[in-house]
T-cell receptor, first 114, second 114 residues
Framework: AQSVTQPDIHITVSEGASLELRCNYS??????LFWYVQSPGQGLQLLLK??????LVQGIKGFEAEFKRSQSSFNLRKPSVHWSDAAEYFC????????????FGQGTELSVKP | KAGVTQTPRYLIKTRGQQVTLSCSPI?????VSWYQQTPGQGLQFLFE???????NKGNFPGRFSGRQFSNSRSEMNVSTLELGDSALYLC?????????????FGPGTRLTVL
């Protein structure tokens, strides 16, 4: 069965430092890949997505992610973290023929130190 | 354009009762998906409706059901509530349910079962 693993439950970084959140998937083929962010009391907001083509994807709020087929990974990065980036981040995958069904990782909570 | 709205935002029920949650998608969107979010299980797909038809279903018991109306509004119902049903229930809408187009999430309904 397909699955998504986010190895880090909680990460703390200093404001201005770089960030990398890890995501690995288990799938027979290359799925569609997504990163979402959830702030307290809010729904999920899409940061970026990968379907095909260039393996480095740019998203909103200065985030980017790199798809590595050989490692079954889709890690999220940001060169300089802002205090407002503190939130929970979810990696998700989907099959192209399963409509709107997303399979989510467990999430990584990001804290930002001043 | 108004976002996805969910009502009510908070709900407290007792075991054995039933509950109905409502989701109004973004105007023009025809696909609505529902997810359950709990600290232990994370985000799990419940079901997806497109043009009043259930197109996809997750691994939840039959106590969880849903429907979609001709105006694309959707409701989900949980009968015979159990303590473990306490969760944040999120709905997401998209234009046609194809993941090439973004899903937009609502703020969720927080259900507490006592």
């Amino acid at each position: 069965a397909q699955s998504v693993t986010q190895p880090d439950i909680h990460i703390t970084v200093s404001e201005g430092a770089s960030l990398e959140l890890r995501c690995n998937y288990s799938y027979g083929a290359t799925p569609y890949l997504f990163w979402y962010v959830q702030s307290p009391g809010q729904g999920l907001q899409l940061l970026l997505k990968y379907f095909s083509g260039d393996t480095l994807v740019q998203g909103i709020k200065g985030f980017e992610a790199e798809f590595k087929r050989s490692q079954s990974s889709f890690n999220l990065r940001k060169p300089s973290v802002h205090w407002s980036d503190a939130a929970e981040y979810f990696c998700a995958v989907a099959l192209y023929n399963q409509g709107g069904k997303l399979i989510f990782g467990q999430g990584t909570e990001l804290s930002v130190k001043p | 354009k108004a976002g996805v709205t969910q009502t009510p935002r908070y709900l407290i029920k007792t075991r054995g009762q039933q509950v109905t949650l409502s989701c109004s998608p973004i105007s023009g969107h025809r696909s609505v998906s529902w997810y359950q979010q709990t600290p232990g299980q994370g985000l799990q797909f419940l079901f997806e409706y497109f043009s009043e038809t259930q197109r996809n279903k997750g691994n939840f018991p039959g106590r969880f059901s849903g429907r979609q109306f001709s105006n694309s509004r959707s409701e989900m119902n949980v009968s015979t509530l159990e303590l473990g049903d306490s969760a944040l229930y999120l709905c997401a809408s998209s234009f046609v349910g194809d993941l090439l187009r973004e899903q937009f999430f609502g703020p969720g309904t927080r259900l507490t079962v006592l």
